[in-house]
């Protein structure tokens, strides 16, 4: 019902701005997977996600972009409760951004690909950190490799890249390859200046795994090792 209000009110505004292109008809995938954004934005998980299953299961099955919004629904319902995830969301996240990488329909710019493919090793990351094999950190590895690669080809602005290098320390950190992870924390801090959180994540991690001392910029927290599961960004 929220939802259905958002659409009426987004196709109003579309329509006075010009931009309605003449009606509803082809804009409702569109319109509806926006509304499933400013929802997920919102912390309405729920609502967002009958705004993205609206576009993906009646409207416009081979919309790419809202099968990353389903991915990202059912992986942050997953994930809530870090000493417990939910496998079979995290399973279910792993489909939708699958189907992603299958859907034809896409914006252009959006690197709808090279995403899928980050949310997809955060995936394998998660559920490797779970204890279910170590084989699903080299699973992880080559996501993040696949989607680094995308977003040079596409020379896509640095802070994407950077979350995927991030992936990869925490992998390699994960598998106590602490040379490899100081590499890709570097990467993530190089290619992270339009995101200092991720930046200032990426610094603090590489000095934990640091192969000889280094002096970091004034302000830059110490940060003891810890056995909890290290943060992925969905």
């Not at 995830?85 to 710019?109: C, H, I, S, T």
């Not at 610094?203 to 000889?212: C, D, S």
Request: aromatic share 12%; hydrophobic share 35%; glycine share 8%.
């Amino acid at each position: 019902e929220q939802a259905s209000q958002m659409f009426q009110q987004t196709i109003a505004l579309m329509q006075e701005s010009g931009e309605g292109r003449g009606g509803q008809e082809g804009i409702e995938d569109t319109v509806y997977f926006y509304i499933g954004r400013s929802l997920a934005a919102a912390g309405q998980g729920n609502a967002a996600l009958e705004a993205y299953q609206r576009v993906v299961n009646e409207l416009n099955p081979d919309y790419a972009w809202a099968y990353i919004g389903v991915g990202n629904i059912y992986y942050i319902e997953a994930t809530k409760n870090p000493e417990s995830l939910d496998k079979g969301l995290l399973n279910q996240a792993l489909e939708a951004y699958n189907q992603a990488l299958k859907a034809p329909v896409r914006f252009a710019g959006a690197y709808v690909d090279a995403k899928a493919y980050v949310n997809i090793g955060n995936v394998y990351s998660l559920i490797a950190q779970a204890g279910e094999g170590e084989h699903y950190y080299t699973q992880a590895q080559h996501a993040y490799q696949e989607a680094i690669q995308l977003y040079e080809e596409a020379d896509a602005p640095p802070r994407y890249k950077a979350k995927a290098c991030y992936g990869l320390g925490i992998t390699y950190e994960r598998l106590e390859d602490y040379q490899m992870a100081w590499k890709w924390y570097q990467c993530c801090t190089d290619n992270a200046e339009a995101d200092p959180r991720l930046q200032s994540s990426c610094r603090e991690r590489g000095k934990i795994v640091a192969p000889t001392p280094i002096t970091l910029p004034t302000g830059i927290p110490t940060v003891e090792p810890t056995d909890t599961p290290l943060p992925l960004l969905p």
